[in-house]
């Protein structure tokens, strides 16, 4: 019994003082986190319409008598966190070939649109007949990363086989086109 009452004194004893006791210590931790928000609207690198020429080719009776259109994919890619607007205009009332004010196209004969397979940019997108004026090629495209708008630029045949283009000396008659993105 003796015996029996060392080993009940130790193992009591043993739970008593040999137990770690948990004190109170700190289980949470707190963090502010902050995100600081910019409106952004940008025409972004990738677009083709950057740097980018379209060019067209008038070599044989039948290009001047018919239609023709140079698609651009990718012509624009925007980002915006607004919805927003993109306008498109000429630099000048036409293409110039030279110096010579008679060596001019009207930039008018250029309708420009997006394709069939716009992209990914939303938004109510009108054809354009190319002006010096800004013009809305799309209209309330929503908010977004990287949105696409593949463009194509014609001339249609009404304009190729007209005193517009037809009687003009040979040469490459050019204008620069400038799109503006702008948030609503």
């Not at 600081?36 to 008598?65: K, P, Q, R």
């Amino acid at each position: 019994m003796k015996k029996s009452f060392a080993i009940a004194a130790l193992t009591f004893g043993a739970l008593v003082f040999g137990t770690n006791k948990v004190q109170a210590q700190n289980t949470t931790a707190t963090t502010t986190v902050s995100i600081t928000l910019n409106d952004v609207i940008s025409i972004d690198a990738g677009s083709t319409a950057i740097s980018g020429a379209v060019a067209f080719n008038y070599v044989t009776a039948a290009d001047y008598n018919s239609e023709k259109t140079v698609p651009q994919a990718n012509a624009l890619k925007v980002t915006s966190t607004k919805p927003f607007n993109v306008k498109v205009k000429a630099g000048g009332a036409n293409f110039v070939h030279g110096t010579t004010s008679a060596n001019v196209i009207p930039v008018s004969v250029l309708t420009i649109k997006a394709a069939t397979a716009a992209g990914t940019m939303g938004g109510t997108k009108s054809a354009v007949v190319l002006s010096a004026a800004d013009q809305t090629l799309v209209a309330n495209a929503p908010l977004g990363s990287a949105l696409t708008l593949n463009l194509d630029y014609t001339i249609p045949a009404a304009k190729s086989s007209s005193a517009d283009i037809l009687g003009k000396p040979a040469g490459t008659y050019t204008q620069t086109v400038t799109y503006t993105a702008t948030a609503l």
